[in-house]
């Protein structure tokens, strides 16, 4: 069983920084996909993803703001967020593909306070 674990949540104002993590079980390589979605009350977007060949997408809420991106030694992707907004504020999940398989961490909660 995949698991990824997810770390740098927390609490920050409008208009700063921060950045999440997720380590998963088995090398990055490994999957097709890997992102992170959020949720806020309602349902689970995508925010950012990054394929095995290093493409990346975001959601148009992202674009210009957050950053996705791997550290190969590390086994490790990344979630850059700056320029926050209290609309930001959600629970942010990290998500592993293969195929049709979808894996997903515990979550982490992100609060933008104005």
């Known amino acids: 069983q995949v698991q990824l674990v997810e770390s740098g949540g927390g609490l920050v104002q409008a208009g700063g920084s921060l950045r999440l993590s997720c380590v998963p079980s088995?090398?990055?390589?490994?999957?097709?996909?890997m992102g992170w979605y959020r949720q806020a009350p309602g349902q689970r977007d995508l925010v950012a993803r990054i394929?095995?060949?290093?493409?990346?997408s975001y959601a148009d809420s992202a674009k210009g703001r957050f950053t996705i991106f791997r550290d190969n030694a590390l086994n490790t992707v990344y979630l850059q967020m700056d320029d926050l907004k209290s609309e930001d504020t959600a629970v942010y999940y990290c998500?592993?593909?293969?195929?049709?398989?979808?894996?997903w961490g515990q979550g982490t909660q992100v609060t933008v306070s104005s």
């Open positions: 088995e090398s990055i390589f490994n999957f097709n996909t």
């Open positions: 998500n592993a593909n293969r195929l049709t398989r979808n894996w």
């Open positions: 394929n095995v060949g290093g493409i990346t």
